[in-house]
């Protein structure tokens, strides 16, 4: 059998002298040609040494920096802790791991991957550092646009929800260790569906982008204003602060929006609603603060919107109803509980009947009849109001059909349009489609508008209005008086007709205020060719003043509740 033979163990000194004898062969070589950054420091931290990779990284030669300390690279972006708990580290003779951000010669930033071990002598004392590293910085810039697309909106370059979830939260824990407070503000563009549904999601997003610009400069570098999704923003003001403080962010947040914002040459002015919560106050929690926050967004809306409302118990009831009337509408219309109900119009001269007007209606399975005043506020915010109002304009137009089918001569069939209808580029289009396929021609078909709406946006509403004048319809102004608009405004859109609103007519004939303005409104619309009917008719005497005054048509309890087309036949024929 053979058998192997081993070379003897090399003597201690023999080791030591093929050590050094390699060290002092290769170990110049292995520093000069690896790829890592390598820095030599004596115990004070000036710099003895650099490799090749260091002055190909840095830009600065060994000469430039032999004496120096590694400060030299301090890029400014960590601060004095950092640089003490690395100090601290290393004089301990531990080693110290990071990822430093350092500055080059050409004062371009770079990330280092470092490890600075101490060289301890055989007396156990420090004689060195050294420090090896790598240039990390795509892989770093990687990292940075990962957490960029994790928690910054794409689309406006602000905070996303995510983020200001997290930070909501640290600013929680900060509060609380301080015995701080601090406040969160949920803000909901009015009426944006419009932008979208009339100008496009190209112009939407483009207003979302100026609306995040204008935000950011109203508030102080130290609040967070972050893009919740859709056209929903949350505001987050830290401490110390008081309600007092707040009322003033939210004012000056409201006042931001006075001035119109420009969209290809156009002007459009927005408004937004503001819901507060108050931290520890309100809420303790970042759901409970968000939730608070929203609810008083809700209740904003409610009181007409561009204003600002604080949370409270009560109100969280409310705005829950109205969520839940939000879900009962959905399917409502699936369930077809919506239906029309038909008022007629007089012409006061001669009470000859001269039209309708469509009403809708909603009679849920439960809780009956719910008035309009509480779901069409409700169905213009969700957008149902479209489908709505289609079936609205569809049905009137089949009812004046079938009406003349049976006998009852009615000249006009009224039709209310809400702003987002009015808004709607589809809208003329809608309406020559639904005149073709009923029959109806088109000037028997009167639709109404408010003030209001004709005043978001007077440049579109005059083109819309425009061409639905050239269809043939008629074009009447609802509720007139009630709005921020005057006759003399007015008479840039196509009107045929306005209808003084119910407000006025009440106190007629005995309060002169009341009379007066009537029959002002009555000469100024006859001057501009315009007719005139008076809602809310109640009483012979009011029918007798506005026969003096020269109104043309009434409709009010006095001739005629709204009333189902059946009932209708019978109160006409």
Not at 339 to 352: A, L
Request: aromatic content about 6%; glycine content about 6%; charged content about 25%.
């Amino acid at each position: 059998m053979t058998h192997l033979q081993t070379q003897p163990a090399l003597p201690e000194s023999e080791r030591s002298v093929a050590t050094d004898r390699l060290s002092r062969r290769i170990l110049s070589q292995a520093l000069e040609q690896t790829a890592d950054l390598v820095m030599i420091t004596d115990v004070n931290g000036k710099i003895e040494y650099v490799n090749h990779a260091f002055e190909s990284c840095t830009g600065f030669g060994l000469n430039e920096v032999l004496g120096q300390q590694p400060s030299v690279l301090r890029s400014g972006k960590h601060n004095k802790s950092f640089y003490c708990n690395l100090w601290d580290t290393i004089r301990r003779g531990e080693v110290f791991r990071g990822v430093i951000e350092n500055r080059r010669k050409d004062n371009s930033i770079y990330y280092e991957e470092k490890t600075i071990t101490p060289l301890i002598n055989d007396e156990g004392v420090i004689t060195n550092y050294v420090s090896t590293g790598r240039d990390v910085s795509e892989n770093m810039l990687v990292q940075k646009r990962l957490r960029h697309l994790a928690y910054c909106d794409i689309l406006t370059g602000l905070p996303n929800r995510v983020q200001v979830r997290r930070e909501l939260s640290q600013a929680i824990s900060h509060s609380e260790r301080h015995n701080q407070s601090l406040a969160v503000l949920f803000l909901d563009l009015d009426r944006f569906k419009n932008i979208n549904d009339s100008l496009g999601h190209d112009l939407g997003d483009r207003l979302l982008r100026e609306v995040a610009r204008r935000l950011r400069r109203t508030l102080r570098n130290d609040d967070t204003i972050a893009r919740n999704g859709g056209d929903e923003f949350v505001v987050l003001l830290r401490g110390p602060l008081n309600e007092n403080d707040v009322v003033k962010v939210a004012n000056k947040l409201l006042g931001s929006f006075t001035k119109p914002f420009t969209l290809e040459g156009h002007k459009h002015l927005m408004c937004v609603s503001i819901g507060i919560s108050l931290y520890p106050d309100d809420h303790a929690t970042m759901r409970g603060l968000l939730k608070g926050a929203d609810i008083a967004m809700y209740q904003a809306k409610a009181q007409g919107g561009s204003c600002y409302c604080f949370y409270s118990r009560d109100m969280e009831k409310r705005v829950l109803e109205r969520m839940e009337l939000e879900k009962y509408l959905h399917r409502g219309i699936t369930e077809n509980e919506l239906f029309n109900v038909y008022q007629p119009q007089y012409q006061i001269s001669d009470q000859q009947l001269m039209g309708a007007e469509a009403l809708l209606r909603w009679r849920h399975p439960n809780m009956g009849l719910i008035s309009p005043d509480r779901f069409i506020p409700v169905a213009e915010d969700t957008g149902d109001i479209m489908s709505i109002g289609a079936n609205v304009l569809l049905e009137a137009c089949q009812q004046l059909a079938a009406w003349r089918g049976v006998g009852i001569d009615l000249p006009h069939i009224s039709v209310n349009l809400s702003p987002r209808q009015l808004s709607h580029p589809g809208l003329p289009r809608q309406v020559r489609e639904t005149l073709s396929n009923t029959g109806v021609e088109p000037n028997a078909l009167v639709l109404e508008l408010t003030e209001s709406a004709l005043m978001q946006n007077p440049e579109q509403a005059a083109s819309t209005l425009t061409e639905l004048k050239s269809l043939g319809v008629m074009l009447s102004v609802d509720d007139f008086g009630t709005g921020h608009s005057s006759l003399s405004y007015l008479r840039r859109f196509p009107l045929d007709c306005i209808k003084v609103d119910r407000s006025f007519v009440q106190d007629l004939p005995n309060n002169k205020e009341a009379s007066a303005l009537v029959e002002a409104i009555v000469q100024m619309a006859h001057s501009l060719n315009m007719s005139v009917v008076a809602e809310g008719v109640e009483t012979d005497a009011q029918l007798d003043f506005l026969n003096q005054v020269g109104c043309e048509g009434a409709q009010g309890y006095l001739m005629g509740k709204p009333m189902h087309p059946n009932d209708f036949v019978r109160h006409n024929q």
